[in-house]
C-alpha cells in the first residue's frame, strides 16, 4: 500500500472515529468527549490529509521527472544518430582511391559575424 493511500485511510478512520465516538457519547451522556481526544483525532485526520497531498504531488513530480528523462534520451539519441557521420571514413577511401582529396571546409563563425565577412 502506497503512502497516500495509508494516510487517507488514516485521515478516514480519525475521522469516522471521532464523529462516532462523538455521537454515541452525545446519545449516552448529551456530552461531547473531552476536547483532547477531539484535538488528537482531528489533528491526526489533518496531518493525514496533508500527507496525501503531499504523497501525489510527489509522485506527480515523479511521474514528470522520468517522463522528462526518456524524453531526453531519446532525443539525445536522435541527435546522436542524425549527427554521427558513419560514412566519413568510407568517402574519404572512395576520393582517395580514385586520386581524390577531400575538401576541407573550415569552421565559420555563425550568426552576424559569418554574414559580415
Not at 23 to 29: Q, R
Request: aromatic letters at 4%; charged letters at 15%.
Amino acid at each position: 500500500m502506497t503512502l497516500k493511500w495509508l494516510a487517507v485511510m488514516v485521515a478516514t478512520v480519525s475521522l469516522t472515529l471521532c464523529l462516532t465516538g462523538n455521537a454515541v457519547i452525545l446519545a449516552v451522556n448529551g456530552e461531547q468527549l473531552p476536547l483532547l481526544v477531539n484535538l488528537v483525532t482531528l489533528t491526526a485526520a489533518g496531518t493525514a490529509v496533508v500527507l496525501a497531498v503531499v504523497a501525489e504531488l510527489h509522485d506527480r513530480l515523479n511521474d514528470r521527472v522520468s517522463a522528462l528523462t526518456e524524453f531526453l534520451v531519446a532525443r539525445l539519441n536522435e541527435i546522436e544518430t542524425s549527427t554521427g557521420d558513419r560514412n566519413s571514413g568510407f568517402v574519404e577511401g572512395y576520393l582517395l582511391s580514385h586520386s581524390q582529396e577531400a575538401a576541407v571546409v573550415p569552421f565559420g563563425r555563425r550568426g552576424r559575424g559569418a554574414a559580415e565577412r
